[in-house]
């Protein structure tokens, strides 16, 4: 089921923008088999049996180090369409399944490479992570209080600067691939994924309304209409209203003068404004905000955690969150009209796979008996 149906894909074992790359496609219908490391030991990443990213792919433990492990990688890729290879610059090469090799043997893959800083440059072969990739192109600078920036999770550099842009190139590169029966290698650096994601700021900027001082602009807490209050219950609520119309009714919900209205676009006034919302918000529970503001357009909703997110009335209503084996977890994005997006099953245990999927490829019981002895599958 869904648009990817059809399509496999290997994906080399890696942490982080890799992993939720393959869950994505995976989503889509992709048939994601994931080539375990076969020392079983993943350094930062989960195990494959509790780790969301790795639902609805198979997985199969391969050592490639000895020759008859890479000649089976070498097979599967062969059929592939895609492969996901997530390590530092020049490691497949060593391998023995880089670009070059894998070309040779199946010209029209698509070949995803996501790095933090790149497949070249000064920084290419050095170690990092998403902290550093996002801290070299503005993204860290400019979110957080003012007096130093705040940490914001792993999401834009791994996953927003990372893994979606990979995906958009792999599935770009795949599109132009069934046309022209070429494929071709995706360089996805997160320097190069965050800086991208930076562009509303760099037109703001041009327009002379963003500045580099954190906590002073439209969008990073600096307008009080476009911030985060606490309630009387020691919780939040989110207030993003930027259009005019939009802020009156929040003047008339919150019972502040209409007066604001005048001096919303004011710099100068926006310290008082911040104190007038801090003071009026803490007269009210967060549930009592959200009554009070249903249904309205002022643009303010609660903050929930995660574990709270899911019981929201909206994301009910959309099925945004999806319990699979026990565990609630965010449901398949984006949905389609006219392909249907299964529930992925629950993530496999490492090299649940490796049988049907060596048999799939065409080894027989007893070169399959021949792999095992040598330690090379389990």
Request: charged content about 20%.
């Given at each position: 089921?869904?648009p990817?149906?059809?399509?496999?894909?290997?994906?080399?074992?890696?942490?982080?923008?890799?992993?939720?790359?393959?869950?994505?496609l995976?989503?889509?219908?992709?048939?994601?088999?994931?080539?375990?490391?076969?020392?079983?030991?993943?350094?930062?990443?989960?195990?494959t049996?509790?780790d969301?990213?790795?639902?609805?792919?198979?997985?199969?433990?391969?050592?490639?180090?000895?020759?008859?492990?890479?000649?089976?990688?070498?097979?599967?890729?062969?059929?592939?369409?895609?492969?996901?290879?997530?390590?530092?610059?020049?490691?497949?090469?060593?391998?023995?399944?880089g670009?070059?090799?894998?070309?040779?043997?199946?010209?029209?893959?698509?070949?995803?490479?996501?790095?933090?800083?790149?497949?070249?440059?000064?920084?290419?072969?050095?170690?990092?992570?998403?902290?550093?990739?996002?801290?070299?192109t503005?993204?860290?600078?400019?979110?957080?209080a003012?007096e130093?920036?705040?940490?914001?999770?792993?999401?834009?550099?791994?996953?927003?600067?990372?893994?979606?842009?990979?995906?958009?190139?792999?599935?770009?590169?795949?599109?132009?691939?069934?046309?022209?029966?070429?494929?071709?290698?995706?360089?996805?650096?997160?320097?190069?994924?965050?800086?991208?994601?930076?562009?509303l700021?760099?037109?703001?900027?041009?327009?002379?309304?963003?500045?580099?001082?954190?906590?002073?602009?439209?969008?990073?807490?600096?307008?009080?209409?476009?911030?985060?209050?606490?309630?009387?219950d020691?919780?939040?609520?989110?207030?993003?209203?930027?259009?005019?119309?939009?802020f009156?009714?929040?003047?008339?919900?919150?019972?502040?003068?209409?007066?604001?209205?005048?001096?919303r676009?004011?710099?100068?006034?926006?310290?008082?404004?911040?104190?007038?919302?801090?003071?009026?918000?803490?007269?009210?529970?967060?549930?009592?905000w959200?009554?009070?503001?249903?249904?309205?357009?002022?643009?303010?909703?609660?903050?929930?955690?995660?574990?709270?997110?899911?019981?929201?009335p909206?994301?009910?209503?959309?099925?945004?969150?999806?319990?699979?084996?026990?565990?609630?977890?965010?449901?398949?994005?984006?949905?389609?009209?006219?392909?249907?997006?299964?529930?992925?099953?629950?993530?496999?245990?490492?090299?649940?796979?490796?049988?049907?999927v060596?048999?799939?490829?065409?080894?027989?019981?007893?070169?399959?008996?021949?792999?095992?002895?040598a330690?090379?599958?389990?």
């Amino acid at each position: 089921m869904g648009p990817l149906a059809g399509v496999t894909i290997i994906e080399m074992k890696g942490i982080g923008p890799g992993p939720y790359a393959g869950m994505l496609l995976a989503d889509l219908g992709a048939d994601v088999i994931v080539v375990e490391r076969a020392t079983g030991k993943p350094g930062l990443a989960p195990p494959t049996a509790t780790d969301v990213h790795s639902r609805g792919k198979r997985s199969i433990i391969l050592d490639i180090k000895q020759p008859a492990g890479l000649g089976a990688l070498l097979r599967l890729i062969d059929n592939a369409e895609m492969l996901i290879d997530p390590y530092r610059p020049g490691a497949a090469e060593r391998a023995g399944f880089g670009p070059d090799v894998c070309l040779q043997r199946n010209p029209g893959l698509v070949f995803g490479r996501i790095t933090g800083w790149g497949q070249d440059g000064p920084l290419a072969q050095t170690a990092g992570h998403d902290l550093n990739y996002i801290a070299i192109t503005g993204a860290l600078a400019a979110i957080g209080a003012k007096e130093k920036p705040a940490i914001p999770l792993n999401i834009i550099g791994d996953y927003a600067g990372g893994s979606l842009f990979l995906v958009i190139g792999m599935l770009a590169a795949l599109f132009e691939s069934r046309a022209s029966g070429k494929g071709q290698v995706i360089d996805a650096a997160i320097t190069d994924g965050s800086a991208s994601l930076m562009s509303l700021f760099h037109t703001l900027a041009g327009m002379g309304a963003w500045q580099t001082e954190r906590h002073a602009n439209l969008l990073d807490g600096g307008a009080p209409f476009y911030n985060v209050y606490a309630t009387q219950d020691k919780k939040y609520i989110s207030v993003a209203a930027l259009e005019p119309t939009f802020f009156q009714q929040l003047l008339d919900k919150t019972g502040l003068a209409s007066e604001w209205l005048e001096r919303r676009d004011d710099p100068s006034a926006w310290p008082a404004l911040r104190s007038e919302f801090e003071r009026v918000f803490r007269t009210r529970s967060q549930s009592e905000w959200c009554a009070l503001f249903a249904d309205s357009d002022a643009c303010v909703a609660p903050v929930l955690d995660y574990a709270d997110a899911p019981a929201h009335p909206h994301n009910v209503a959309r099925k945004t969150y999806v319990d699979i084996n026990g565990l609630t977890q965010p449901a398949p994005a984006p949905r389609f009209s006219r392909n249907a997006i299964a529930t992925p099953h629950a993530p496999h245990t490492e090299g649940a796979d490796t049988e049907a999927v060596l048999r799939e490829a065409g080894y027989s019981d007893a070169q399959l008996a021949e792999l095992r002895d040598a330690g090379i599958c389990n």
